[in-house]
């Protein structure tokens, strides 16, 4: 019998992040800071205007750009949150989720050969979905003396003839790291010099705990026309089951990005999008609380971890640190391992999101405070163990 797969799709790995979480499914009492979703509901009027658009309903397919009322919406949120204004009619796309933005930009971008500059670590569907686009992914290892910030030496050390696309993931899962705006500049400068383009990932844009705004590279001048910015609903709005995004940039961009969503997708939900409305509209006080409860977490959790004598970077964006276990001469998926047998902790070895990360954990705190004491207690009793047999 002929070979039914494809030789492609075999030799991409599935996910780092699945292996520790089909363990701890089958284990009782597991407390999980491994999963990038948040705890909190979405807010009730969000709901609410879902709820109301199936009463009324709008179940019927539409526009494959999205609904047009979305697409302004998010063309005013660009404009009042990051000083950046798309027109809603051929500049702004709605996608199912931020991962669909991210792979067909790719796809309507690269031709077999063209290489895409991956910062790591970082999220684990950069690199496949370059690979899937006939792209050729180089990665760049970010350190932590960078704060895992980016910075212009990396970036030129890396460009080749080549070099066609430059993926910028932050705020950064996993690390937490964030650009200012005088890093962008550095990037932005580079960027026009060799004519590249910028597939900007911002999904965490609005969990930020830096002093000054978050800042999107697409509002510097020179490179809106040459980014597609990638945002959605699901970590900023609680609405990650609404599998909700969206993507700005060039028209002459977007329009080939909608020609590959109307043969694989359609349209995005059209209940979601309803319900996306209403969070653009009128969600901005339930974002600051939920912006507050997590910094408060990621201070407690930074404090447990100098208590506990595990080196840690202060993370300022999204809702993950990156504790380095270096100390302890073991690989991350060793220490990863031996936490969930042992204490019946789960989080992610840095090596699920690019070599770079080796050495570090993933550590999430989308969780309620009064789970994260009774793991990071657990944790603490395994490094003790661990120090002690040193």
């Known amino acids: 019998m002929r070979n039914p797969l494809s030789d492609r799709i075999v030799t991409i790995p599935p996910s780092g992040i699945r292996k520790f979480f089909d363990i701890a499914s089958e284990m009782k009492d597991v407390i999980s800071l491994g999963v990038g979703e948040p705890d909190f509901d979405t807010p009730w009027h969000i709901r609410e205007e879902g709820i109301y ?162 800042v999107t590279i697409a509002s510097l001048p020179g490179m809106r026309e040459r980014t597609i910015l990638i945002n959605g609903f699901s970590k900023a709005f609680a609405m990650t089951g609404w599998r909700l995004g969206y993507a700005c940039g060039p028209a002459v961009i977007i329009r080939q990005m909608l020609k590959i969503h109307q043969f694989a997708i359609m349209c995005a939900p059209t209940t979601s999008q309803y319900a996306a409305i209403d969070a653009l509209r009128n969600s901005d006080e339930d974002v600051r609380h939920m912006r507050e409860s997590y910094d408060q977490r990621r201070r407690y959790l930074l404090h447990a971890y100098e208590e506990m004598g595990m080196d840690c970077f202060e993370p300022l964006g999204a809702f993950y640190t990156f504790p380095s276990i270096k100390r302890f001469g073991m690989t991350s998926d060793e220490f990863a391992m031996q936490l969930l047998y042992e204490e019946k902790v789960a989080v992610v070895p840095g090596t699920a999101f690019g070599d770079s990360g080796e050495g570090y954990l993933r550590i999430s705190y989308a969780y309620s405070l009064k789970s994260l004491k009774e793991a990071l207690g657990r944790i603490q009793r395994f490094v003790e163990r661990l120090d002690a047999k040193k």
Do not use: W
């Open 53 to 214: 658009s199936l009463e009324k309903g709008r179940t019927f397919y539409t526009a494959n750009a999205g609904l047009k009322e979305l697409r302004t919406e998010i063309r005013n949120y660009t404009r009042r949150k990051y000083d950046v204004t798309y027109d809603a009619d051929t500049e702004v796309m709605v996608t199912v989720g931020g991962s669909e933005a991210i792979d067909i930009a790719l796809r309507a971008m690269l031709n077999p050969g063209d290489e895409v500059l991956i910062p790591q670590p970082s999220y684990v569907s950069y690199v496949p979905c370059t690979i899937l686009a006939d792209g050729v992914p180089v990665t760049i290892e970010l350190e932590a003396k960078d704060q895992f910030r980016l910075t212009a030496e990396k970036l030129r050390e890396k460009i080749t003839p080549k070099t066609k696309v430059l993926i910028l993931p932050f705020p950064n899962n996993p690390t937490g790291a964030i650009m200012e705006r005088e890093d962008l500049e550095e990037i932005a400068a580079i960027v026009e010099e060799y004519d590249l383009f910028v597939l900007s990932d911002e999904i965490y844009a609005e969990l930020t705990y830096a002093q000054n705004p978050h």
